[in-house]
């Protein structure tokens, strides 16, 4: 990985100035978007950014969908036919999914084009479109051929939100929870402290997605600090295949299963446990959703599905858990028992 993206936190109008700029003189852009992008934020894109009015776009399937090789195969097909060369920048406009598959593209045509990330989902403004992690899914097998191929800018445009599904909010609120509970207490205080309202405010998305950034920039290759991000993922993934529910919601289930472990293991304080389990409750209740229990019947299927997990090493599982919020705890050694324990609380 060469050179870190720049971050545009002050939306279209910031990324309108930064287009005008000599380095993008000879640019010609393509967008890359789906159905609902195309619909709900390429009218706002072309009308704030005067340089992409003349740009070319290419649709993709929405959601994960996009993320294969066929897909992507198109992708590069089209942008022969046009003779697309390495002025060619590549605007990848939707959430984490189209953010994916643009990045992978343009890693990879002519030896790398230079995109621009603007994401239109949170969970992309607030993770997926900053890092430099693109994948396609492959093999039956999420994310596994991938680069690591930063984005040249980010552009940060909180508007895009306004017209997202409730479950996609909650999704992307779950997961700058999970961010700011290993890294930022007054950032997650004001996340769980919001009782009604399901959207974060824009300082709040800014202030997520400054986090991911910087701990991006200090592990850009993922080889430690990064894997704080994973705090209650290794139970997320497993509750994610299990109960086929939406990644962030079940990441919010599998934050509780980690808190719980937390108090029991290293000495979370319990009243932490107690409001994150308060909140996370309403939040679902905010949505008609029931939370989710699990027997041991359901936890034997599980448990599989938690070995497989890419951070569990000799046979045994190794988790984030939290010593206080703000302060994780990488590897932590987890056994069979206390997992069972930890899920079968959850209906409790
Ligand atoms: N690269 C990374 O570091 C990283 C990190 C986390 C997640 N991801 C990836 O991100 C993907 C999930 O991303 P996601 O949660 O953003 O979902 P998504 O990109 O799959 O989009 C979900 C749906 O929302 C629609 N949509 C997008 N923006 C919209 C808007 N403004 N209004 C209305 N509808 C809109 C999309 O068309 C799609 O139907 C997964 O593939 C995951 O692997 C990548
Ligand atoms: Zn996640």
Not at 106 to 115: D, N, T
Not at 257 to 271: F, G, P, Q, W
Not at 316 to 337: E, F, H, K, S, Y
Request: aromatic residues 6%.
């Amino acid at each position: 990985m060469t050179k870190q993206p720049k971050i545009i936190y002050s939306g279209l109008q910031g990324l309108d100035r930064e287009l005008k700029k000599p380095e993008w003189q000879d640019a010609k852009y393509t967008i890359i978007l789906d159905e609902n992008t195309f619909q709900h934020c390429l009218p706002m894109l072309i009308s704030e950014v005067e340089a992409l009015q003349e740009a070319e776009f290419i649709e993709v399937p929405a959601g994960e969908e996009c993320k294969s090789l066929e897909v992507a195969a198109q992708v590069w097909q089209t942008l022969l036919e046009g003779c697309a060369d390495r002025r060619h920048v590549l605007v990848c406009l939707g959430g984490g999914s189209v953010c994916d598959l643009g990045g992978y593209v343009a890693a990879g045509y002519k030896r790398g084009l230079r995109h621009i990330n603007v994401p239109t989902t949170l969970l992309a403004m607030t993770d997926a479109a900053i890092g430099g992690k693109t994948a396609i899914d492959f093999g039956g097998v999420k994310n596994s051929i991938g680069h690591f191929y930063p984005a040249a800018l980010i552009c940060i445009e909180h508007g895009f939100c306004d017209t997202l599904q409730p479950e996609q909010t909650l999704c992307g609120v779950m997961e700058m929870v999970k961010t700011a509970a290993v890294t930022d207490p007054e950032l997650y205080q004001s996340l769980v402290a919001e009782k009604t309202r399901l959207s974060p405010t824009k300082s709040q998305i800014v202030s997520v997605a400054r986090i991911k950034s910087r701990v991006a920039k200090t592990d850009p290759y993922d080889h430690g600090i990064r894997k704080i991000l994973n705090f209650g993922h290794t139970f997320g993934h497993a509750i994610e295949v299990y109960r086929q529910l939406p990644h962030g919601i079940a990441v919010g289930i599998g934050m509780r299963v980690a808190m719980y472990l937390s108090v029991k293991k290293i000495d979370l304080a319990e009243d932490v446990y107690n409001t994150y389990s308060q909140w996370l409750a309403a939040r679902f209740a905010a949505l008609g959703m029931p939370l989710p229990s699990f027997n041991l019947k359901d936890i034997e299927q599980m448990l599989p599905l938690m070995h497989q997990d890419k951070k569990c090493a000799d046979g045994a599982l190794r988790c984030v858990l939290l010593q206080d919020i703000g302060a994780a705890m990488v590897d932590v050694t987890v056994n069979d028992n206390e997992v069972r324990d930890a899920l079968l609380h959850l209906g409790k």
